[in-house]
Antibody, heavy 113, light 106 residues
Framework: QVQLKESGPGLVQPSQTLSLTCTVSGFSLTSYSVHWVRQHSGKSLEWMGRMWSDGDTSYNSAFTSRLSISRDTSKSQVFLKMNSLQTEDTGTYYC???????WGPGTMVTVSS | DIQMTQSPSSLPASLGDRVTITCRASQDIGNYLRWFQQKPGKSPRLMIYGATNLAAGVPSRFSGSRSGSDYSLTINSLESEDMAIYYCLQHNEYHTFGAGTKLELK
């Protein structure tokens, strides 16, 4: 069955780089795109960017300068890297399949020294 | 950038009620509108796609509609399991979520 699962460090220091992995199963990254979505605690959802099935990427302009999304199709993994982290980047990070019909459980990231 | 104005932010309701949540798009998004339900500690769940189409496994008491730039999610005969936060999402141009509507028992 279709599954997505995020993994990451949990705690990141301010000004450092966040690296997250979305590991998928039940579908191919060359057939479906994958989104990254962020949610601050108690707040709304924020679309961050997308890895298209052809390997192209799209980003929310609010993150363009510090966000990078890549993938390893052999491992069925999509990666998020975001630099210059600040406390405002604390939240839960989700990956979701193309139509947002399947989501990972999310991974909590805290930016703190 | 396309803005999605969602209302109300909070919606107290009683079991059995019919409730409606609305999102207004700042630009034309056609029918590129989805609705999600999110319960505490859980990932969002797709409820409606294409503005009016019920996602797989979603009860028929949920429905979506469109009037111009206004998109609505209606729940008929509210049940306790429907208490959650609901979000709209436009995906015509990049993606923008609404601010959310917290549906709670009156």
């Amino acid at each position: 069955q279709v599954q997505l699962k995020e993994s990451g460090p949990g705690l990141v220091q301010p000004s450092q780089t966040l690296s997250l992995t979305c590991t998928v199963s039940g579908f191919s990254l060359t057939s479906y795109s994958v989104h990254w979505v962020r949610q601050h605690s108690g707040k709304s959802l924020e679309w961050m960017g997308r890895m298209w099935s052809d390997g192209d990427t799209s980003y929310n302009s609010a993150f363009t300068s510090r966000l990078s999304i890549s993938r390893d199709t052999s491992k069925s993994q999509v990666f998020l890297k975001m630099n210059s982290l600040q406390t405002e980047d604390t939240g839960t990070y989700y990956c979701a399949r193309r139509d947002f019909d399947f989501w990972g459980p999310g991974t909590m990231v805290t930016v703190s020294s | 950038d396309i803005q999605m104005t969602q209302s109300p932010s909070s919606l107290p309701a009683s079991l059995g009620d019919r409730v409606t949540i609305t999102c207004r798009a700042s630009q034309d998004i056609g029918n590129y509108l989805r609705w999600f339900q999110q319960k505490p500690g859980k990932s969002p769940r797709l409820m409606i796609y294409g503005a009016t189409n019920l996602a797989a496994g979603v009860p028929s008491r949920f429905s979506g509609s469109r009037s111009g730039s206004d998109y609505s999610l209606t729940i008929n005969s509210l049940e306790s399991e429907d208490m959650a936060i609901y979000y709209c999402l436009q995906h015509n141009e990049y993606h923008t979520f609404g601010a959310g509507t917290k549906l709670e028992l009156k």
